[in-house]
């Protein structure tokens, strides 16, 4: 099976801009988790979906937000960027919310 | 939420020596997991561990979930282990999913 994939692998914003992210899971696999993680607050949990429902919500701004198709690929937008929104984005699957999470490559994001 | 505590934060090995690898939970989790991130930043899961002793190669994992720690064995370190390791589990409540904790740092030397 094809593992996790997100795109686009790197990506470089300015302040203000907003931004989607894509990421499609293991196929059969229904739950997605979307994860930031940075030099000072290490890895955070953003959110999780599930049959295209919200399961989960980190502690992050309403910036923050997702989405889940009935193909089980994700996608999570941040708006209004800030410096701090710098960060690697990984996005996992499982088969179901409560098994093994496995992790795409993740999204390089630069915000200048 | 739950702290989780890893130790040591840094480690630097020989080639072919042994470690292992602990992590502390503040309180109970669910799916405890370890995790190795290569120097690409791609999180490869080692093991899905709520409890027991599971081995996978070089590799072995030892959780207690009543006293809330994971350990994990590393045996004859190879160069490709070099990386971050990190363990991670679910909270018991709350709306979070996997709590990461800080990770431990390996580097193995030829």
């Known amino acids: 099976k094809a593992g996790v994939t997100q795109t686009p692998r790197y990506l470089i914003k300015t302040r203000g801009q907003q931004v989607t992210l894509s990421c499609s899971p293991i196929?059969?696999?229904?739950?997605v988790s979307w994860y930031q993680q940075t030099p000072g607050q290490g890895l955070q949990f953003l959110f999780e979906y599930f049959s295209e429902t919200q399961r989960n919500k980190g502690n992050f701004p309403g910036r923050f937000s997702g989405r889940q198709f009935s193909n089980s690929r994700s996608e999570m937008n941040v708006s209004t960027l800030e410096l701090g929104d710098s960060a690697l984005y990984l996005c996992?699957?499982?088969?179901?919310?409560?098994?093994?999470?496995?992790f795409g490559p993740g999204t390089r994001l630069t915000v200048l | 939420g739950i702290q989780v505590e890893q130790s040591p934060p840094d480690l630097i090995l020989q080639e072919g020596a042994n470690s292992t690898l602990r992590c502390n939970f503040s309180d109970s989790v669910n799916n405890l997991q370890w995790f190795h991130q290569n120097p690409w930043g791609q999180l490869i899961n080692l093991f899905y561990i709520p409890s027991g002793t599971k081995q996978n190669g070089r590799l072995s994992a030892t959780t207690v979930a009543t006293e809330r720690y994971s350990l994990l064995y590393i045996s004859s370190s190879q160069t490709t282990d070099s990386g971050v390791y990190f363990c991670a589990g679910d909270p018991n409540f709350g709306n979070e999913k996997l709590t990461f904790g800080t990770g431990t740092r390996l580097t193995i030397i030829p």
């Open positions: 996992a699957s499982s088969f179901l919310t409560d098994h093994t999470q496995y």
């Open positions: 196929s059969g696999h229904r739950s």
